[in-house]
């Protein structure tokens, strides 16, 4: 993380191109308060004492980031969200109910080290979603894709189109490494219900 917050950050520093532009700070109140949403659940899951209570302050997170969604137009991407994020809540609570209680805590010059990092990555990342979604791009592609869906893929829905046509490969793979975490759950389940038998 590290590394990749140093080389990211340093072509951010290097571009010189501005971060945030004209326009910026016209705010919407719903828009704030679903920002305050995603950061209070962020800050909840850090300083959470319990796993489960980790769990549902990263699950509201996750619910913000899909109300950011339909707030911009984007319906689908915040029904897959949703279901992700149910998912995976459950899948989390699921494990962490299987397995023994962990009262080991990292000492506090280990978690102030991770909190630097942790917030340095985050800022940089917000510094990039804030340049690129301000950043003039070519209509080439949007254009392109909403000629083509239709006229290639026989479908109306372009993101739907863009996902399991256009780059169909890049989407399996996608669904292949979320089969393979769902497999290494199971087997995780599998084994902690084993030594329970064993006991």
């Known amino acids: 993380m590290g590394s990749t917050g140093v080389l990211v950050g340093s072509t951010l520093y290097l571009s010189h191109s501005p971060i945030v532009r004209e326009g910026f700070g016209d705010w919407r109140v ?5 920002a305050a949403l995603i950061i209070g659940g962020a800050l909840a899951a850090v300083r959470a004492r319990h796993t489960m209570a980790a769990v549902l302050a990263l ?8 109300l950011t969604f339909i707030l911009y137009g984007a319906p689908d991407l915040a029904m897959t969200q949703f279901a992700v994020e ?5 899948i989390l609570v699921f494990v962490f109910w299987q397995f023994p209680r962990v009262d080991y805590r990292s000492p506090k010059r280990i978690k102030l080290r991770d909190g630097l990092v942790a917030a340095a990555f985050g800022l940089i990342v917000a510094a990039l979603t804030l340049q690129t979604g301000t950043m003039d791009t070519s ?15 026989h479908g109306r829905n372009i993101v739907n189109v863009i996902l399991v046509d256009f780059r169909a490969l890049d989407t399996l793979g996608e669904t292949t490494v979320l089969v393979t975490a769902a497999v290494g759950v199971r087997a995780l389940l599998y084994i902690a219900a084993a030594e329970r038998r064993q006991r």
């Open 139 to 153: 209509p080439r592609l949007r254009d392109y894709f909403a000629e083509m869906a239709p006229l290639a893929a």
């Open 86 to 90: 149910t998912l995976t809540a459950v």
């Open 30 to 34: 719903y828009e704030v308060l679903v």
């Open 59 to 66: 699950g509201t997170s996750g619910y913000g980031v899909a």
